[in-house]
């Protein structure tokens, strides 16, 4: 059973950087695309990166392009999330999922299987 657990959230200053992590407490080692989602508050949940099991392609939100990093560490059952030069229009509560489908639904929602339970990023001014 895959459980997602993601931790690195917290308060940051506009130009700041964090690096979220999530890692499978399930430990299924199953080969699974992973991916990056956030939330704000009164807005749909939005795509913002994903990567293949073996870390070989990655696909990004058009935003976070040259800011956001996702890489993975499948020894360790986990993925990242680095994020660079935040704004305030990134606070949100990020998730990372865990998606069996094919690569070209790595951008929705309904492509993915398990979820955890969120790190909220906020960003200052």
């Known amino acids: 059973q895959v459980q997602l657990v993601e931790s690195g959230g917290r308060l940051v200053q506009a130009g700041g950087s964090l690096r979220l992590s999530c890692a499978d407490a399930?430990?299924?080692?199953?080969?699974?695309?992973m991916g990056w989602f956030r939330q704000a508050p009164g807005k749909e949940r939005e795509f913002v990166a994903a990567?293949?099991?073996?870390?070989?392609?990655?696909y990004y939100l058009d935003s976070v392009k040259g800011r956001f990093t996702i890489s993975r560490d499948n020894a360790k059952n986990s993925v990242y999330l680095r994020l660079n030069s935040l704004t305030p229009e990134d606070t949100a509560v990020y998730y990372c999922a865990a998606s069996s489908s094919a690569w070209s639904s790595r951008r929705s929602t309904s492509g993915y299987d398990y979820w955890g339970q969120g790190t909220q990023v906020t960003v200052s001014l």
């Open positions: 399930g430990r299924t080692r199953t080969a699974y695309a």
């Open positions: 990567i293949n099991w073996i870390g070989s392609s990655t």
